[in-house]
């Protein structure tokens, strides 16, 4: 009997993630700063901007993890009510991951992630005995005890978690460990300059003698704020269908993701077309080159010359990304 394709089994700490790339984009401790705001003024200009700023790349992680076999089960533990997590959900259903609720017992409050997702986790294992590898998306050093269980029964360990904010247990604790910031598509945006960053802390200059100040009327009444703007909600309709140009666009993208995963894997310049292929399916089960207008797999990666190049002077094709 041939051997089986690896299966996988992926768990998010969901929250852990999000907190500590916002500290990695923001500087040591912003979250914990900006906890009470980002709960209260979530239509706050300067707080959606340092959001958007350190938005996570859910599709990163989800590919990286389909480098290592088929996504059996696919969960990420928040407290999906949450506006800071809840711009993510479609992002995650469209990826087929499972969305665990969790409320915190109290405001700011732990949301037990770290229980739950371990016993999850122990459970599916003895369920699902056919798992052979476990993917734990976290930092926090409460799963070193996890991971080191997924091993002795038998499982690959691969953790990733964000640089600077992951306790160095638990990488040790895994069979592999990776940085998010390192996975293929991920880009660290550049930590604005402090003068920068203080602008918002300057006290504005005062007014000239004689001149109304905008905290009181000439009467002695305080002036009323100018009504905010309505924040856009997404549409609920489905979204327009995208263009060839879109999705030929996309699928170079994912082209290169998985050229650069492959590379890592196997530490080779060139590979083998049929093995970059079959993780471009894992990694978007909905692809297809014929979709797109081309006859064969080979067509579609000639018609991305600026991403990969291949060679097909042997019986076995090969390709390999352009740059490396």
Request: glycine letters at 4%.
């Amino acid at each position: 009997m041939p051997e089986s394709t690896p299966r996988v089994a992926v768990y998010l700490d969901f929250d852990n993630i999000v907190m500590s790339w916002y500290d990695r984009v923001h500087g040591r401790n912003s979250y914990s700063r900006d906890r009470q705001r980002i709960a209260e003024q979530t239509t706050d200009p300067e707080i959606a901007q340092r959001l958007t700023a350190a938005t996570v790349d859910v599709g990163a992680i989800i590919d990286y993890a389909a480098s290592f076999g088929t996504l059996v089960l696919t969960r990420a533990y928040a407290d999906w009510s949450s506006p800071v997590n809840a711009v993510y959900r479609s992002q995650l259903v469209a990826r087929a991951v499972d969305l665990v609720q969790l409320f915190p017992a109290a405001a700011y409050a732990k949301n037990g992630a770290d229980i739950r997702l371990a016993v999850d986790a122990v459970e599916d294992m003895f369920r699902l005995p056919d798992l052979t590898h476990v993917v734990i998306v976290a930092g926090d050093s409460d799963y070193v005890p996890l991971a080191q269980r997924c091993k002795r029964l038998g499982r690959f360990v691969v953790g990733v978690g964000v640089a600077g904010s992951t306790a160095k247990s638990l990488a040790a604790a895994c069979d592999q460990f990776d940085s998010y910031d390192s996975l293929p598509g991920v880009t660290v945006p550049t930590r604005p300059k402090a003068a920068a960053a203080a602008v918002s802390t300057v006290t504005a200059p005062a007014p000239p003698t004689g001149t109304p100040t905008t905290e009181a009327a000439p009467t002695g009444r305080r002036r009323k704020k100018p009504p905010e703007e309505p924040i856009a909600e997404p549409a609920d309709d489905q979204p327009e269908e995208p263009t060839e140009e879109q999705l030929e666009g996309t699928s170079a993208v994912l082209l290169d993701r998985a050229l650069r995963l492959e590379n890592v894997r196997t530490d080779e310049e060139w590979l083998h077309l049929s093995a970059v292929k079959n993780l471009l399916k894992r990694m978007d089960p909905s692809f297809s080159e014929k979709a797109l207008g081309h006859r064969s797999f080979s067509d579609f990666v000639k018609a991305h010359p600026d991403v990969a190049e291949i060679d097909e002077s042997t019986n076995i094709v090969r390709v390999r990304l352009v740059g490396r």
